[in-house]
T-cell receptor
Framework: EPEVTQTPSHQVTQMGQEVILRCVPISNHLYFYWYRQILGQKVEFLVSFYNNEISEKSEIFDDQFSVERPDGSNFTLKIRSTKLEDSAMYFC????????????FGSGTRLTVV | SQQGEEDPQALSIQEGENATMNCSYKTSINNLQWYRQNSGRGLVHLILIRSNEREKHSGRLRVTLDTSKKSSSLLITASRAADTASYFCATDPNTGGFKTIFGAGTRLFVKA
């Protein structure tokens, strides 16, 4: 069964540092997404990406966040200057079409900002 | 309630019993999805039901959708201890956008 792979599984970073979370979506999928889940809270949409550009982003996805598909296989989320409140589980997802068949999620990266 | 709100928030049942979780939403949708999340793990897609469908089955799972009431239910029959997890509904709003909106989830505990 094809999988979405996320690395690292857990990252601890100092407040103010930049972090890059990495994802390898399923190879024939065209739509890519980042979601986050603060401990014990809802899964929140951050951004969707299609055809090498952002197709939609939430109010959470401010100027501190950016996404990139640098090499045709990886899909990255960068947080430029992390804040304590960025501590969360970050999930990458991909879909073949625009959510017509549901998403395949990665197992997540737990980001802890100290 | 907000888009994609589940109830109950928590459910505790004995192994072998059926578990029913409900989800309500506000806007019109293209589809509704149910996901499972084991503690601290990723989200596993269980089933997707389109807005023109009323019921769907997958193994021990049965999902219904009532678009007139803007609600859905997930029934797990003959539950097992391994079904212990959080279950989320997620809606794909019919707004032309690209995001899926998750509810807060139902925490299911199945006692062996």
């Amino acid at each position: 069964e094809p999988e979405v792979t996320q690395t690292p599984s857990h990252q601890v970073t100092q407040m103010g540092q930049e972090v890059i979370l990495r994802c390898v979506p399923i190879s024939n999928h065209l739509y890519f997404y980042w979601y986050r889940q603060i401990l014990g809270q809802k899964v929140e949409f951050l951004v969707s990406f299609y055809n090498n550009e952002i197709s939609e982003k939430s109010e959470i996805f401010d100027d501190q966040f950016s996404v990139e598909r640098p090499d045709g296989s990886n899909f990255t989320l960068k947080i430029r200057s992390t804040k304590l409140e960025d501590s969360a589980m970050y999930f990458c997802a991909s879909s073949e079409e625009r959510a017509s068949y549901g998403y395949t999620f990665g197992s997540g990266t737990r980001l802890t900002v100290v | 309630s907000q888009q994609g709100e589940e109830d109950p928030q928590a459910l505790s049942i004995q192994e072998g019993e059926n578990a029913t979780m409900n989800c309500s939403y506000k806007t019109s949708i293209n589809n509704l999805q149910w996901y499972r999340q084991n503690s601290g793990r990723g989200l596993v897609h269980l089933i997707l039901i389109r807005s023109n469908e009323r019921e769907k089955h997958s193994g021990r799972l049965r999902v219904t959708l009532d678009t007139s009431k803007k609600s859905s239910s997930l029934l797990i029959t003959a539950s097992r201890a391994a079904d212990t997890a959080s279950y989320f509904c997620a809606t794909d709003p019919n707004t032309g956008g690209f995001k899926t909106i998750f509810g807060a989830g139902t925490r299911l505990f199945v006692k062996a």
